[in-house]
């Protein structure tokens, strides 16, 4: 097996365009320091900061692993030539019935349904701090 560096700042703009978020917007999580011209050097650097690392990990809401150890090239190589339709490796099948953006779209409903049940708790509180107001 080859030890092949993997490109960090490419997986990190690999991972982000997946995600749909612009480099603004990323260079704005980042903080003050940083515009969209300091995140096009970032992902184009082969080796990147710990440091920056988690941080950028935490936005992108990834582990840091997945930027350290994606290797595109690698992961092409083995399904071109390991799977054709339908293909199975040791018994797990490698061709999902859903897709990963469904998940993503599911956790994304999952987190506004969440938010809407807090907003009528707290609606459902308000109203009665307001009763116990009116009866003083």
Known sequence: MQNKKVHQGRNIKRFREILGIKQEALAFDLGEEWNQKKVSLLEQKESIEEDILEQISTILK????????????????????????????NGINYNPTFHPMDKLLQLHEEKIALYERMLKEKDEMMTAFKKLIEKS
């Open 62 to 89: 990834i582990p840091v692993e997945a930027i350290e150890n994606l290797d595109e090239e690698q992961a092409v190589n083995i399904i071109a030539n390991t799977f054709d339709n339908g293909a199975m490796l």
